[in-house]
T-cell receptor, first 112, second 109 residues
Framework: DGGITQSPKYLFRKEGQNVTLSCEQNLNHDAMYWYRQDPGQGLRLIYYSQIVNDFQKGDIAEGYSVSREKKESFPLTVTSAQKNPTAFYLC???????????FGAGTRLSVL | KNEVEQSPQNLTAQEGEFITINCSYSVGISALHWLQQHPGGGIVSLFMLSSGKKKHGRLIATINIQEKHSSLHITASHPRDSAVYICAVRPNTGNQFYFGTGTSLTVIP
């Protein structure tokens, strides 16, 4: 089965801690995205990557970091600099930048 | 500022009713994407369109580029259609999508 897998489903962060959200896809897609969803707001783009070893900041990149060492994987690190990390995080991929996006099931991050 | 506005925000319908969800946007776009988000949070792509109309089963999406408006219709609605429906647009100037806040649909048996 092709798809996007995000893990974990739920994640808790202590103050001052960095946490990493996993996103893996086996769709052979070049482009991958990370979004943040808050209640009452539309999805907002954190980072995106069009190709391995390359990524660009989205609208709300501050306090986050990413890597794209493999085509299949695009992990997101929520750093201690992100002062309001509680949100639902969604990873997506598309065969080309700007194409139809396929989403993972999401990770819900809360602060302890 | 949100370049994408959806209406209504919340919608309750009886099973079998015809449903319309609207999406308006303020910029020139190259594509519009309709998505469905289930209560668990997972998002599924329904349609991507840049002109005219697309149909899949009981779902129909239309777009009027001149009026900067799109509608998603559901015929013969069913409780399993209960979800949040999200509209997203891709402006002419780039490849990033901008998302509306969604329309929460509840279909009552």
């Amino acid at each position: 089965d092709g798809g996007i897998t995000q893990s974990p489903k739920y994640l808790f962060r202590k103050e001052g801690q960095n946490v990493t959200l996993s996103c893996e896809q086996n769709l052979n897609h070049d482009a991958m995205y990370w979004y943040r969803q808050d209640p009452g707001q539309g999805l907002r783009l954190i980072y995106y990557s069009q190709i391995v070893n390359d990524f660009q900041k989205g609208d709300i990149a501050e306090g986050y970091s990413v890597s794209r060492e493999k085509k299949e994987s695009f992990p997101l690190t929520v750093t201690s600099a992100q002062k309001n990390p509680t949100a639902f995080y969604l990873c997506a991929s598309s065969s080309q930048e700007g194409g139809i996006q396929y989403f993972g099931a999401g990770t819900r991050l809360s602060v302890l | 500022k949100n370049e994408v506005e959806q209406s209504p925000q919340n919608l309750t319908a009886q099973e079998g009713e015809f449903i319309t969800i609207n999406c308006s946007y303020s910029v020139g776009i190259s594509a519009l994407h309709w998505l469905q988000q289930h209560p668990g949070g997972g998002i599924v792509s329904l349609f991507m369109l840049s002109s005219g109309k697309k149909k899949h089963g009981r779902l129909i999406a239309t777009i009027n580029i001149q009026e900067k408006h799109s509608s998603l219709h559901i015929t013969a609605s069913h409780p399993r259609d209960s979800a949040v429906y999200i509209c997203a647009v891709r402006p002419n100037t780039g490849n990033q999508f901008y998302f509306g806040t969604g329309t929460s649909l509840t279909v009552i048996p």
